[in-house]
């Protein structure tokens, strides 16, 4: 890696203050970030590390939703009493991200602020109908993710948690990456109080929903429902180890499945 | 007793190190005043260098040296010697392209070295790195071995390899071969692939170089499977330094599956460096370099038909095989496709006649060498695939064509008709064992089952025979390999009866450090506690041909057993002085000297104290000391052999599949220690595994990009991957050597390929599927369900 500078933030105003260095970089967990330094694909002047701000970590109630802290690692919501009594599909799903190194430095908030198209959180996000909280203002989920490794986060802005509606009926099923174990095509639906919603990772450039399935499944819960219900191709992944036709094909199978281990 | 017995599971000796961090590999070694290497690589896969500008690179913070190609070629300095001649059938020699330590004029894969720079740093040497400006022309590249062959294809070679040709080789009476399957009953045809493999051991290569001013003596610590080959090429062919003047250290090494055993460009750049720089350098290999840089395995393109006669017997067997050799030639490149290839194919069976022609390409990727089975799983994968096949066509169980064709338990030595001569084997009993442990007769309920819940469930058998421990040398020679394939080994007897062994060998995972102390408290009667093996010095041992090919325990393991038979026949004559007796009334038996039929006896350690304080000594007779070494050089390859059976299941939904079972029932001769054998299995099959399901090298076809230059796009089998496997053994003894051994480090990669594709292609038979190409990854599944059902359907 190139060398820079470390930073380790003492609280969110500290951290934001920095980044009017356009070239300095904040580090959560560091699973995707320390990485590309490795491979001196990123030359940033500064790390401003997160870990040290207290008020960025921890899960929490709030009435009907949980409050999941931009610092909270992924095994930490995996174990959570709360997530996995107020929504326990989101608590399965931290426990399949990675693998256990990963799953113990990894976050919520490096994981949605990257965006990677085969990431995993994105489609919770998206599937619960999620809230997303920085220090200036909350986003919507569905306003939230906006393109490939894009997001709405403004310049100096700072994912601080993510406000999630508790949904008891939702599965994610994933299909993942025989090499890297991302998702090749990852389904979240979800029966949330605003309405049955499909999120998909992995197949497109960047997180998405199916609408009709959502239509669909709002008429009847079931996988026969949606069985007739492809995706087009157009605009889908297509790499060596999973062509575009076979992430539509494969978005319908999880979509059934995780429908299935709803009912 | 000794508590260190043949036969026994001692645990391994060296895990301790090992498992505790305490291991020393090449990485963790440091010499004083240690500059760093960084190798700038190409990142294009064909390219003409017009000019390479270093100023900035030299001038940056840090930097010692920026070294190029000419600059090497300036001192003579030669290329990388390939190790094995290989003639065309028609007696012309291979074309043996130059292989220049660092690029000269022209790059020819991703990852070719073009400069070295040298700093105090190995970040100072990278950054530097960036300052070097190479102004590259990109022409066309070629990466398919079939692709290069083809009229018109980019020119790796030019003149120097015409048509991409380094050799055609043949083997066999093809004549005879076509008259008998113009006479078969029937004649089986397969088209298939042998995906290429990037070996990754766990231990990225690595390699100090060191000059010393006041001696003139070089130092080169490498990640090395045989640093005796290494001294010898290295010194020899590329930096003209005598052997005596030169130690190569192979310290703990982690993993080789072959890619350790060759010369490569980085050792000889750091000794050759070091003088240079007068100060030690270091290079270490990223994991992405690794990639680009260690020698793949397989890529082979074949072409097979197989006559078979009425009742269901081999005829003849005809191959025609291109392989790919990459840019350049590795050190054992050649022989791979040939005569650990071409030689293997009557596998267990008794064709009388088989033709094999091997066409080898040079094309535009890292050089293509031996991987853990080299030749053998391509052989096997190749023999099985048609066998299954022919049962398909013929309306036969698997097991009972296998049967039907088997060389018999009776019939060894037995004579193939490609050059082996099989010692010994037994395939019916380890078929019928393999059978039963993976309940074959029970197979259909289960796949019934199967059907039940949607799932495509298949079986598949796969028979192997390997030739191990690759001799003799005489044999070897006349082939044209350019080296010895013998061991040597030195048993010494401390005074006080502890004892060293020096081997040739080199372990690098394989437990020799128990397998050989087994060995000496066996043979010698001394607590195994008491034996020290070491490996891996030049400077210690007095030579070695190293590890690879299965060969440790079979031509290493000997040469210790005969240069204990030499200590026991000197202790003898000591202890027939002392005794008062003849030296033939001298019996050895559990560490003891006795004379036949008495009490009077001494033990090794006082045989050992008298040798080396000799006051009563017979001074005539022998030369003080307990100290023997011994050179073995075997008659003949050791044949391992077995059945492995795997059992999948396939979800048409997604094509993923589920390996439910895998059983193996090997013969490896005789058993030193079954747990290290186990473990040797377990990995062998996950290697095989891998390559049959995960594991696929895949290179731009345009480009010559490596596009799978990382774990995120290669995958390397996990254990969530694999299922429990059930193993057993039987014996058959070797017949050449003292112990009976065979080797077993291969095994499993060789038989688990075609195990698991003539599952999946039982499992998706009902659908008329024939074959599937490796890796048999999800998507390929799917879409041959798929396609299958749509042609079902419009039937």
Not at chain 1, 48 to 61: F, H
Request: hydrophobic letters at 40%; glycine letters at 10%; a negative charge.
């Amino acid at each position: 890696m190139y060398e820079f500078q470390y930073h380790r933030a003492t609280s969110l105003d500290d951290a934001a203050s920095r980044l009017a260095d356009e070239e300095a970089k904040l580090v959560a967990g560091g699973m995707t970030l320390i990485p590309t330094l490795k491979l001196r694909l990123a030359k940033p002047t500064e790390l401003i590390d997160l870990a040290a701000i207290p008020s960025l970590k921890g899960i929490t109630e709030e009435g009907d939703a949980v409050v999941i802290g931009a610092m909270t690692r992924h095994a930490d919501v995996n174990r959570s009493d709360v997530v996995k009594r107020a929504i326990p599909a989101l608590a399965t799903l931290a426990g399949h991200i990675g693998d256990p190194a990963v799953r113990n430095r990894g976050t919520i908030g490096g994981s949605i602020a990257n965006n990677d198209p085969a990431a995993d959180y994105p489609a919770a996000v998206v599937g619960l109908n999620a809230t997303v909280r920085t220090n200036k203002r909350e986003i919507a989920a569905d306003q939230f993710f906006t393109g490939l490794f894009e997001t709405a986060l403004q310049p100096g802005e700072i994912v601080t948690a993510v406000r999630f509606p508790k949904v008891a009926q939702a599965n994610y099923q994933k299909f993942k990456n025989p090499a890297s174990r991302y998702a090749i095509v990852g389904v979240f639906v979800a029966r949330t109080p605003a309405g049955v919603r499909v999120a998909v990772s992995g197949a497109g450039a960047c997180v998405f929903r199916v609408p009709a399935m959502e239509t669909a499944l709002a008429a009847n819960f079931s996988p026969d429902a949606i069985k007739d219900i492809q995706i087009p191709q157009d605009g889908l992944n297509s790499d060596i180890h999973a062509s575009a036709e076979y992430r539509a094909h494969l978005v319908n199978v999880m979509a059934r499945r995780a429908v299935q281990a709803c009912a | 007793m000794p508590d260190g017995t043949i036969g026994t599971p001692v645990r391994r000796r060296e895990d301790y190190r090992f498992l505790t961090g305490q291991g020393t590999y090449t990485d963790d070694i440091n010499r004083p005043g240690q500059l760093y290497a960084y190798i700038l690589r190409s990142p294009h896969a064909s390219a003409r260098i017009n000019a390479i500008n270093t100023s900035a690179a030299k001038t940056a913070p840090g930097v010692a040296a920026v070294f190029v190609g000419q600059d090497m070629a300036a001192e003579g300095i030669g290329g990388l010697p390939c190790g094995w001649l290989v003639n065309s059938k028609d007696g012309s020699p291979m074309k043996e392209p130059p292989h220049p330590v660092l690029a000269v004029e022209r790059v020819r894969h991703v990852g070719d070295p073009v400069a070295v720079i040298i700093a105090e740093s190995y970040q100072q040497a990278k950054d530097a790195a960036e300052k070097v400006a190479v102004d590259y022309a990109v022409e066309a590249a070629v990466v398919d071995p079939a692709a290069a062959l083809q009229p018109g294809a980019p020119q790796v070679w030019g003149d120097q390899a015409p048509g991409n040709l380094c050799y055609d080789w043949a083997l066999g009476d093809e004549a005879a071969v076509d008259a008998a399957l113009r006479g078969a009953a029937r004649v089986v045809k397969i088209d298939l692939v042998n995906n290429r493999l990037v070996p990754n051991a766990m231990e990225p290569r690595a390699a100090i170089g060191e000059f010393n001013r006041a001696t003139g003596d070089y130092t080169l610590y490498t990640t090395s499977q045989n640093p005796h080959v290494i001294r010898l090429l290295m010194g020899a062919f590329v930096l003209h330094i005598p052997e005596a003047r030169l130690r190569v250290v192979a310290p703990d090494v982690g993993g080789g599956f072959g890619s350790k055993i060759y010369h490569y460009a980085e050792e000889a750049i750091v000794t050759w460096a070091s003088a240079k720089v007068r100060k030690p350098v270091k290079w270490t290999a990223e994991r992405s370099e690794s990639f680009m840089s260690d020698a793949h395995g397989r890529d082979h393109v074949t072409h097979a038909e197989l006559g078979v006669d009425a009742q269901g017997k081999f005829v003849a067997l005809k191959v025609v095989t291109i392989a790919n050799m990459g840019a350049y030639l590795s050190t054992f490149a050649t022989c791979v496709p040939t005569y650990l290839y071409g030689t293997l194919l009557a596998g267990t069976y008794t064709t009388p006649v088989i033709f094999c022609e091997t066409k080898a390409a040079f094309t535009n990727t890292v050089p293509v060498d031996a991987y853990r089975g080299a030749g053998r799983p391509e052989a096997t994968f190749l023999v099985e695939r048609i066998v299954d096949v022919a049962a398909d066509e013929l309306g036969m169980d698997p097991a009972e064509l296998r049967r039907r064709n088997f060389i018999p338990a009776n019939a060894f030595p037995y004579q193939t008709p490609v050059a082996l001569q099989y010692d010994s084997g037994d395939y019916q009993t380890t078929l019928q064992m393999a059978l039963q442990a993976a309940d074959y007769a029970g197979f259909e309920a289960r796949r019934q089952q199967a059907a039940a819940r949607g799932k495509y469930r298949g079986i598949g058998i796969a028979t192997y025979i390997e030739a191990c421990g690759i001799a003799p040398s005489a044999v070897v020679g006349s082939l044209g390999a350019r080296a010895g394939l013998f061991e040597s080994a030195e048993v010494r007897v401390h005074p006080t009866g502890s004892v060293t062994v020096l081997t040739g060998s080199h372990a690098h995972g394989q437990g020799h450090e128990t397998t050989f102390a087994q060995l000496v408290a066996d043979g010698l009667g001394v607590p195994i506690d008491q034996v020290e093996i070491v490996h891996g010095d030049t400077d210690k041992i007095a030579f070695g041909m190293g590890t690879y090919g299965s060969r440790s325990l079979a031509v290493g393991g000997t040469a210790i057993v005969k240069a204990m038979d030499k200590v026991i026949a000197k202790g003898k004559k000591i202890a027939a002085h002392i005794l008062e007796a003849s030296d033939a009334d001298i019996e050895f038996k559990d560490g003891r000297f006795t004379v036949a039929g008495t009490d009077r006896s001494l033990g090794i350690g006082e045989i050992a104290l008298t040798a080396y304080v000799p006051h009563n000594f017979p001074h005539e007779e022998l030369e003080p000391g307990l100290d023997e070494t011994a050179f073995y050089d075997p008659k003949n390859f050791t044949f391992p052999s077995g059945a492995h059976i795997a059992e999948i299941e396939i979800d048409p939904d997604t094509g993923r599949l589920e390996i439910c079972n895998f059983t193996a029932s090997d013969d490896f001769g005789r058993i030193i220690n079954p747990m290290i054998v186990a473990g040797q299995v377990h990995g062998g099959l996950a290697q095989g595994i891998g390559q049959a399901v995960l594991e696929g090298c895949v290179y731009d076809k345009t480009t010559g990009q490596l596009l799978t230059g990382s774990y995120n796009d290669y995958a390397m089998p996990r254990a969530d991957d694999l299922p429990n496997f059930s193993l057993s053994t039987h014996a058959t003894l070797c017949t050449h050597n003292p112990l009976g051994v065979k080797g077993c480090g291969e095994a499993g990669a060789i038989g688990a390929p075609a195990a698991i594709a003539n599952a999946i292609v039982d499992a998706l038979k009902p659908l008329g599927l024939r074959h599937v190409e490796m890796p048999a990854t999800p998507e390929k599944l799917w879409r041959a369900i798929r396609q299958h059902q749509s042609g079902a359907a419009a039937e």
